[in-house]
């Protein structure tokens, strides 16, 4: 799904690039998004509560190289 919405934004909406974010504990997810072309920016990573837990957000992002 990840893929179809990623070719969607890059051919039908004319996007350059697409940005997500991802929270650093969720690996499996950060694995899955590197392997279809995500990738970690220089962004400074940012940090939520979550009820009384801090948790720790990474943007990722996919340029469109087509």
Do not use: C, H
């Not at 996007?15 to 504990?25: A, D, G, P, Q």
């Amino acid at each position: 799904m990840i893929k179809k919405l990623t070719q969607y934004g890059f051919n039908n909406l004319k996007k350059e690039r697409i940005i997500l974010n991802v929270y650093s504990w969720n690996i499996e997810a950060i694995k899955f998004y590197e392997k279809v072309g995500f990738y970690q920016t220089d962004k400074p990573i940012e940090f939520v509560k979550v009820e009384n837990e801090i948790w720790e957000t990474i943007e990722m992002e996919k340029y469109n190289y087509t």
